[in-house]
């Protein structure tokens, strides 16, 4: 069988499964109470530990798809983006503005990164 | 060049893609005329069945997709995939609300499974 | 560490990441300026451009997620892809319709290839 790890697993779903050398994970703000700014640079600290977790770091994202479900948003994701992803690392990215599952999130990361 | 293995080929898509150690697929209803609770446990019937033609089973989920085009059918899902995922094997996955292709779909499933 | 290449890496992102064993890439067309036809045309040239240049080719899609904000565009979508993908090669693909970053693109692609 496959040398399949999981983080974090509950009933729903896991924080990150790893196989393959490499690392998957998906991530909301772990609270969607604050600013959108605050959502924002919460969720870079939670990728920056979840890659940690898995024994990855944030010079070894492979793809991000980001959902922002308010375009407004956009530009001030992009800034804070630019100033967080380490200059020649950065991953191929897709953004879209899907309405996510919970009504009070302002960004969702579906997350693949090199091990 | 690369073990690349098809299911399932038709013009347009291929039913699964494997390359190495993980299979890849996308599943929505055989049935869409049914109802919201007749697709999802469709759904996941198909993805069994899936699985196990690529030569994997429901423990080897690494990422799940969830698209909703109906918001209102998520507590439904999630119910239903709650008691449907093995316990201690649950993948990450990304629950959002985009319009699908077809107008009469419940659900559409992106996934990832190690083989 | 991973053996991790990224082609044409700005700030924001790469054009494309490979690792192993399979390229990871986002495209939206050079022109939004275009009709939806010429936009569809010209995504697929950039699809198989970008596929040469990490070393693979149209024969070797595995999965490719479909952007379609419009859904009036999905027949045409549809036919110029059918007439493109080799017989034989078609990968497993979702089709949504969600809301794009850049108001003027009618199709982006989200597609993993192998090598």
């Given amino acids: 069988m496959s040398n399949l790890i999981r983080y974090g ?8 499964v ?13 609270h969607p109470e604050g600013s959108p700014r605050d959502q924002i640079e919460e969720i870079f600290r939670q990728v920056e530990a979840r890659l940690q977790q898995i ?12 959902y922002l479900p308010f375009p407004e948003d956009l530009p ?20 879209t ?5 919970a009504p009070g999130y302002r960004v969702e990361l579906v997350i693949t990164a090199a091990i």
Avoid at 18 to 30: A, H, I, Q, R, T
Avoid at 81 to 93: E, L, N, S
Avoid at 97 to 101: E, K, V, W
Wanted: aromatic residues 10%; glycine residues 8%.
């Fill in 9 to 16: 697993v509950t009933k729903r779903w896991s924080d990150a």
């Fill in 18 to 30: 790893v196989v393959g050398g490499l690392g998957y994970f998906v991530e909301v703000p772990d």
């Fill in 55 to 66: 024994g990855s770091d944030l010079t070894q994202l492979v793809q991000v798809l980001v």
């Fill in 76 to 95: 001030l994701f992009n800034e804070l983006w630019d100033a967080w992803i380490p200059m020649g690392h950065a991953p191929c990215r897709a953004c």
């Fill in 97 to 101: 503005h899907p309405q996510l599952a």
